[in-house]
């Protein structure tokens, strides 16, 4: 029984020595590749196109915190110029409307608002109802009266369908502002 017990001990020293040298061999290994760079050339260049894209968003932000005043003095004198005040705004739609119908040679029949409530910029939102007849070109002229004037329109939607004696009857819903 004796040999056998000397025959384990020699190979359990063995095993040990073996586990040793290979422990040893790594971590030469592992000392070796520490002293190399960890990044290879292609993953050192995406990193340096990430830092280009980041110094070129802190530059754009720079620049938008420079130009704010200008823009926020840009949207007051838009406000100004494009909305009209609430306490005259429907007599002026009422004019707008009319002037640019009557130019165009058309028939406005009744005008139709509804007004929302003013949201966080004091802007109050309307809705304009309204419904012309006329000719072809007549209703043309008007559409390009309502997008050249100098009040602000937006066209949500509009329907046409003939009338009597080849006329045109169209029907619109439109959208402007009001400042309060």
């Given at each position: 029984?004796?040999?056998n017990f000397d025959l384990r001990k020699k190979v359990v020293r063995w095993a040990i020595a073996a586990v040793i040298v290979i422990d040893l061999a790594l971590a030469g290994l592992n000392w070796q590749m520490s002293r190399t760079p960890h990044a290879p050339e292609g993953e050192l260049e995406?990193?340096?196109?990430q830092r280009d894209l980041m110094t070129a968003d802190v530059r754009r932000g720079d620049q938008i915190r420079r130009d704010l005043p200008t823009v926020e003095e840009q949207c007051d004198s838009f406000m100004r110029d494009q909305f009209r005040p609430?306490?005259?705004g429907y007599s002026g739609l009422i004019s707008d409307?009319?002037?640019?119908?009557?130019?165009a040679g058309l028939n406005a029949d009744a005008i139709t608002f509804t007004q929302h409530k003013p949201d966080a910029h004091?802007?109050?939102?309307?809705?304009?109802?309204?419904?012309?007849?006329?000719?072809?070109?007549?209703?043309?002229q008007f559409l390009d009266?309502?997008?050249?004037?100098h009040s602000f329109y937006v066209l949500d939607g509009l329907s046409l369908s003939s009338s009597r004696q080849s006329t045109l009857k169209l029907s619109l819903q439109l959208r402007t502002f009001f400042r309060s």
């Open positions: 029984m004796r040999p995406s990193l340096r196109i609430v306490g005259s409307l009319g002037s640019i119908a009557n130019k004091g802007l109050v939102e309307v809705d304009i109802g309204e419904s012309i007849e006329g000719s072809y070109p007549s209703v043309v009266g309502l997008e050249h004037s």
